[in-house]
Structure formats: structure tokens, C-alpha cells
């Protein structure tokens, strides 16, 4: 299939989220681009939420690594499962009582004015990291397979995916997203579904059969069971449940779409729903991963990981309707995590950092431009650090994510942890600085443990980094940080934060948010 006619495909999608956007989004104010009013059907946040976790990189990435690691990436999942329930039962209670719209008012409540931005600024960070680097993933893909046949460069093609993101998200913010990324959710989910129909049915196998044949090549092996590893049972399940604490929990953007729903009961049930769906769909992102290597292996196609899916769908080896379904999957895969990152970028930054809901000396329209700038002014920061990702050019883009994760989402997780477990009083001003040295510290231990990565991934070269290495064996032997790399970033600054902080007594405001935490 010509490059111009599944361009044409990824055009006609982008209408209809136009048109989606411009009836959800009439009469929308400012309380609908932060909350959507508190008015957001649960079923419908839970299912969209898939599409916003998942992104293009589980579309692309998850599948890729079946190849090389078989499917102990569900080790990671079980483990999201996990920090799912910590996530119903003590954090989003916790949300609701306070009746918070930015979920960083917790820390200004218990902490003080330099917690509360302090942590902002980690989610502000952490999301845009994210998020730049799923962003790249998928218009790499575009590019690689579709806009260089077009001759359209990669910087003009970013360049027009998120002023086309911005068309549609601008005006309704979470009240739009909510049905655009129900949409997207649709049809990802059913690009997932329809691949794997097809390709087990080209092959004559049915799922037993499939699995059968995917053991015989030993990369049905979920359990890692050697300590060393960097991708030992407990590192991953722990591991993935802090990430799902962190990344979902403490993420605004995630959570401004749950405290969107009216009542705490029907929040709690969107959580506890979507995360049972989110095990199934991984599972069959993992299927198809195992799916595409023996159909790849039986057509002699020979790929990084993340270039195995595009190659197959997009190169002539499957026929013209699976390559727009492709298409249409992938990038329903990717607007999800766009548009709702710019979305909670701009709510966050408009009320946690500028205080825009606490200036009543502003009018509702002077409101509206600020957002407006703010949101405008994301975009442009996306832009350049996609432009970054390009220049590095890894192949396995959902290990970068981790990866990041482990240093952002730590003093996030380190702040909330002690807030809610302690009842110790801590130096606000002192904050900033232990969320600093934290990951500091962490990125530096990691960089030694970790050499090889991060040799790979920075192409970095030198007789330092033999250095580097013979340090990383002298101190850690064999032992590799993996996923619960998160884990101690927070611990550290759970001992940072107790280090700055004293018994004290409290007033009976505070002290209710402690006992709300504990319950």
C-alpha cells in the first residue's frame, strides 16, 4: 500500500477527533479543561484511561521485546496490578476527602507551600519526559515507514502532529479527552486484536498452539528467578507496583481524570476495572509480540525490536488492510498520551506553580489566555525534546521510560510516603533540596551499576568508561538494578525528608489530612 493512502488515513482520524473535540468541548470554561466539571462517566474514564497508560509504546515496544526476553515483561504487570489496589483504596480516598483538583495540594496542606510546588515540579518533569518519549516513538515510526516516502522530515512532522494535538485539545481539555481517548482506546484495542486474528490464522495456529510453539523457542518464561538480574521476579513486581503508584497515582495527569468522576466509590471502581483490563491487554500485547517473531522468523524478517511490528504491517508482508489497521492502532495509540499530557502539564503548571484557581483578581477570560499560552508553550517544550529522543535513537524506547521513571516519580513517591506513613513535621524550605539530591544520588549509583546501558543508550566511548566498569564489578559483583530502581530513589528521600523533619504537634486541619491518610 502506497505511503500518500495510509497518510490519508492518519488525516481522516485526525478529523474526527476535530469533530468529536468541537461538540465536547461548547460552552467548556475553565473548570471543564482541569475537571471536567466533576461530571466524568467512570466507565467511560476507565476505558479511555487504557489507551492513555498503554501509548504507542506498548503498541510498538512491548511486542519487540518478546524476542529477546520472552514474557517476563509480565512480571512488571502483576506488579501493576498490585499498585492499582494501593491506588483505590488509599490514595484516591484520600483525593476525595480533601476534594482536591491538583492532587499536589496534599503536600501544601501537610507539608507547606515549597512541597506542594516541589512536588508540581517532579510531576511537571517527569510527565514531559514521558510523554516527549512516547511522542517520538510513534512519529518515528510515521517517519521510518510512511513520511520519508513522502519526503516529509521528521522535525515537520512533529511539528504538525502537535499543532493538530493542540487543535483539538486547546478548548475542552479533560472534558474532550475523555471521549477522544475512549475513541482511541476503541480502535488501538482493536488494531491489537484484529493483528493477532489475523496473523494466527495465516499461520494456522490457534492460541495453545502458539504458546506451544513459543515455548519450544523458550520465550513463554515469565519468572526471572536469578537474584543478579536486573529483571528478578520480586525487582519487577515490586518494581512495576511503585511505578504504578508513582506514574499513575502521584501523576496529575492520570489522576485528574479519576477525581473527574463525581463520587469516590465510582472513581474506585474505574480504577479496580481498568486495571484487571490493563493485565488482559498486556498479556495479548505480549502475544502478539510472540506471534510477530515466529511470523517474522517464518518470512526471514530480521529487525530491531521495536522496528518488528511496523515492518511486518507496513512492508508488504501483510496485506493492505492490516497495514491501515496498523496505522490506525498505532496512532490511537499515541494521541492518548499526547493529549492528555499536554492537558495535565498545562492544568498542573496553571494551578500548582502560577496558582491561577487562588487569583481572584483575575477574570475568567484573562484565566483562558494565560492556559492558553501555557499550553501553547508545552507543545513548543515537546517539540525539543522529541527533537532530543531523535538524536539518540534508541531501539527500545519502553526501557528509557522505566528508566525515567525510576529517577523522576522517586522524591514524588518519597514525599507522599511520609506524609501519609509519619506524622513528623518537616523544613518546607529544605524540600527542594533533598528532591534534588535524591535522584542525584540515584542516577549516580545507577550509571556505575548500569554502565553498559548507559554506554548503549548516550554512545558514549572512552577507556573511563572500562574504568567505570571494573568500579561496577568491584562494588555491585553481579548484581544489576532493575525496575525497582523507583524503590530506592523514594527510600532515599523518605530518609532525606526524615533527616529535615522533627516531632511536632500539629494543628487539627493538618491533623486530619495525617488521619486521612491513614485510614
Known amino acids: 500500500m502506497s505511503a500518500?493512502?495510509?497518510?490519508?488515513?492518519?488525516?481522516?482520524?485526525?478529523?474526527?477527533?476535530?469533530?468529536?473535540?468541537?461538540?465536547?468541548?461548547?460552552?467548556?470554561n475553565n473548570e471543564s479543561f482541569f475537571i471536567g466539571n466533576k461530571n466524568s462517566n467512570w466507565m467511560l474514564v476507565a476505558f479511555g484511561m487504557i489507551g492513555t497508560s498503554l501509548s504507542g509504546v506498548t503498541f510498538v515496544s512491548v511486542p519487540g521485546t518478546v524476542s529477546t526476553a520472552g514474557f517476563s515483561?509480565?512480571?512488571?504487570?502483576?506488579?501493576?496490578?498490585?499498585?492499582?489496589?494501593?491506588?483505590?483504596?488509599v490514595l484516591l480516598p484520600l483525593y476525595y476527602r480533601l476534594n482536591l483538583t491538583s492532587i499536589?495540594?496534599?503536600?501544601?496542606?501537610?507539608?507547606?507551600?515549597?512541597?506542594?510546588?516541589?512536588?508540581?515540579?517532579?510531576?511537571?518533569?517527569?510527565?514531559?519526559?514521558?510523554?516527549?518519549?512516547?511522542?517520538?516513538?510513534?512519529?518515528?515510526?510515521?517517519?521510518l515507514f510512511i513520511l520519508e516516502d513522502l519526503n516529509i522530515s521528521f522535525g515537520?512532522?512533529?511539528?504538525?502532529?502537535?499543532?493538530?494535538?493542540?487543535?483539538?485539545?486547546?478548548?475542552?481539555?479533560?472534558?474532550?479527552?475523555?471521549?477522544?481517548?475512549?475513541?482511541?482506546?476503541?480502535?488501538?484495542?482493536?488494531?491489537?486484536?484484529?493483528?493477532?486474528?489475523?496473523?494466527?490464522?495465516?499461520?494456522?495456529?490457534s492460541v495453545s498452539s502458539t504458546l506451544a510453539e513459543l515455548d519450544k523457542n523458550r520465550l513463554t518464561k515469565i519468572f526471572n528467578t536469578d537474584p543478579n538480574s536486573s529483571g528478578f521476579f520480586i525487582k519487577s513486581i515490586l518494581g512495576g507496583m511503585f511505578i504504578t503508584i508513582g506514574m499513575t497515582g502521584l501523576d496529575q495527569e492520570m489522576m485528574q481524570k479519576n477525581i473527574s468522576v463525581r463520587r469516590l466509590k465510582d472513581s474506585q471502581k474505574n480504577v479496580l476495572t481498568f486495571s484487571i483490563i490493563m493485565v488482559v491487554v498486556n498479556f495479548l500485547f505480549l502475544l502478539l509480540g510472540g506471534i510477530l517473531y515466529l511470523y517474522g522468523k517464518a518470512n526471514n524478517v530480521v529487525v530491531p525490536g521495536d522496528d518488528l511490528f511496523p515492518t511486518i504491517a507496513l512492508k508488504g508482508i501483510m496485506p493492505a488492510a492490516i497495514s491501515i489497521i496498523f496505522i490506525i492502532g498505532l496512532i490511537s495509540a499515541l494521541f492518548p498520551s499526547a493529549d492528555g499530557a499536554l492537558t495535565a502539564l498545562t492544568s498542573s503548571f496553571c494551578i500548582d506553580i502560577i496558582g491561577l484557581k487562588r487569583r481572584e483578581d483575575w477574570s475568567e477570560k484573562e484565566r483562558k489566555k494565560i492556559r492558553l499560552v501555557v499550553h501553547f508553550s508545552f507543545?513548543?517544550?515537546?517539540?525539543?525534546?522529541?527533537?532530543?529522543?531523535?538524536?539518540?535513537?534508541?531501539?527500545?524506547?519502553?526501557?528509557?521510560?522505566?528508566?525515567?521513571?525510576?529517577?523522576?516519580y522517586g522524591p514524588l513517591l518519597g514525599l507522599f510516603a511520609f506524609g501519609i506513613i509519619t506524622t513528623r513535621k518537616i523544613n518546607d524550605k529544605l524540600a527542594l533540596y533533598i528532591c534534588l539530591l535524591a535522584p542525584l544520588?540515584?542516577?549516580?549509583?545507577?550509571?556505575?551499576?548500569?554502565?553498559?546501558?548507559?554506554?548503549?543508550?548516550?554512545?558514549?566511548?572512552?577507556p573511563w568508561v572500562?574504568?567505570?566498569?571494573?568500579?561496577?564489578?568491584?562494588?555491585?559483583?553481579?548484581?544489576?538494578?532493575?525496575?525497582?530502581?523507583?524503590?530506592?530513589?523514594g527510600i532515599l528521600t523518605y530518609i532525606g525528608l526524615w533527616i529535615i523533619s522533627k516531632p511536632q504537634k500539629v494543628s487539627a486541619e493538618v491533623q486530619s489530612i495525617i488521619q486521612d491518610g491513614h485510614r
Not at 515483561?73 to 483504596?89: K, T
Request: aromatic share 16%; glycine share 6%.
Open 4 to 28: 500518500g493512502l495510509l497518510f490519508s488515513f492518519v488525516i481522516g482520524y485526525f478529523v474526527v477527533l476535530l469533530i468529536v473535540a468541537y461538540y465536547t468541548s461548547r460552552n467548556s
Open 73 to 89: 515483561y509480565f512480571q512488571v504487570v502483576i506488579g501493576y496490578l498490585l499498585g492499582y489496589l494501593v491506588i483505590a483504596f
Open 104 to 143: 499536589y495540594n496534599y503536600l501544601q496542606h501537610r507539608f507547606g507551600i515549597i512541597s506542594y510546588k516541589t512536588g508540581a515540579l517532579f510531576f511537571i518533569i517527569s510527565r514531559t519526559l514521558g510523554a516527549t518519549a512516547r511522542l517520538y516513538l510513534v512519529i518515528n515510526v510515521l517517519q
Open 156 to 205: 515537520l512532522a512533529t511539528f504538525i502532529i502537535l499543532l493538530l494535538i493542540l487543535l483539538y485539545t486547546f478548548e475542552g481539555g479533560v472534558k474532550t479527552i475523555v471521549y477522544t481517548d475512549t475513541l482511541q482506546t476503541t480502535f488501538m484495542l482493536l488494531g491489537l486484536i484484529v493483528c493477532i486474528i489475523y496473523i494466527m490464522n495465516n499461520m494456522h495456529h
Open 379 to 408: 507543545a513548543i517544550i515537546f517539540f525539543i525534546i522529541v527533537m532530543a529522543f531523535k538524536e539518540m535513537d534508541s531501539k527500545s524506547i519502553i526501557d528509557i521510560i522505566l528508566k525515567l521513571a525510576g529517577f523522576t
Open 441 to 462: 544520588l540515584i542516577l549516580s549509583i545507577d550509571f556505575i551499576n548500569n554502565i553498559e546501558w548507559w554506554q548503549k543508550q548516550l554512545k558514549i566511548e572512552g
Open 466 to 489: 572500562e574504568n567505570v566498569k571494573s568500579l561496577s564489578t568491584s562494588l555491585f559483583g553481579n548484581f544489576k538494578i532493575g525496575s525497582e530502581l523507583l524503590i530506592y530513589n
